[in-house]
């Protein structure tokens, strides 16, 4: 069943959105005497504190039990609704692919919250409960707004601080009514068809990343998208250097899950892998 995804700037009510939409399709469900299992799934529920947002390496741990509990949670029979920051739109794009790979709808709300009442509300929540001024400022920085014409930011709800109510209808046909896309040969899983995957995989992967450090060397940062090896896809060049060691964790990324999954044409390999460079690197 499908998957909403919640984002949304830090305390700007995307927990109560979600237990609105929760409300509503449980109510809904009932009435249509469908029976599924719906979860919530957050920071609270994960048990990770906010002082994780202070450090590069808390918040990728953070982002890891998110990923881990929707892999885990969503199914056939159960409705997630990943009720988080989401900020960066390569973590919606890893979200979308879960919900892809096993063939169901997604969607994304959006609660559109003005920075200075976002700021006044986590103020109201008292020291217990709120995100430290810091790294409530450093998050707000970070945002990276969804938009549509993204595939993964499709369909896109946003709910506007003084809307009543969540848009009922559009939801239900959006996730429940909808028929979801079918998995591509970048999700779908599937028997390992070469025997030489694994090289393939590691092959592919290394040489584009390093063909990217060479292309950067030479053109600088911020410049024309560079063609790379193994790819008719081209990689985006971020208006800032992008380390090796970034470039590194991207691809271990990539290749743990891949070989986990066995996911990939081994022809297709490069061009996937530049997709998923492409969605992470800003």
């Not at 919640?6 to 029976?35: C, D, F, V």
Request: include cysteine; glycine fraction near 4%.
């Amino acid at each position: 069943m499908p998957l909403i995804i919640i984002t949304g700037y830090p305390s700007s009510g995307k927990t109560q959105r979600a237990n609105e939409i929760k409300e509503y399709l449980l109510n809904r469900l009932q009435q249509e005497g469908k029976s599924f299992r719906i979860h919530i799934i957050n920071d609270e529920t994960l048990h990770v504190p906010k002082e994780a947002y202070k450090e590069a390496r808390e918040e990728k741990k953070a982002r890891g039990a998110m990923l881990s509990a929707v892999e885990r949670t969503l199914s056939r029979d159960d409705i997630v609704i990943a009720d988080g920051l989401n900020y960066i739109k390569g973590f919606r794009y890893q979200l979308y692919c879960v919900a892809r790979a096993i063939g169901t709808a997604h969607c994304v709300v959006h609660t559109g919250v003005p920075v200075d009442m976002a700021k006044a509300w986590n103020q109201a929540r008292g020291a217990d409960d709120a995100y430290d001024e810091t790294i409530f400022e450093e998050l707000i920085t970070r945002y990276e707004e969804p938009e549509e014409r993204n595939r993964w930011d499709s369909p896109l709800f946003t709910l506007i601080y003084d809307d009543v109510d969540i848009p009922k209808d559009k939801i239900w046909d959006a996730v429940i009514l909808k028929k979801p896309p079918p998995p591509n040969k970048s999700t779908v899983s599937k028997p390992v068809s070469s025997t030489n995957y694994v090289y393939e995989l590691d092959k592919a992967t290394l040489e584009i990343i390093n063909a990217f450090v060479e292309r950067q060397k030479e053109f600088g940062p911020g410049g024309n998208p560079m063609m790379v090896p193994r790819s008719q896809t081209k990689v985006m060049n971020p208006s800032r250097t992008v380390t090796s060691s970034e470039l590194r964790r991207l691809r271990k990324q990539f290749v743990t899950y891949n070989k986990m999954n066995t996911t990939l044409d081994v022809d297709r390999l490069g061009d996937v892998f530049v997709e998923y460079l492409n969605s992470n690197l800003q």
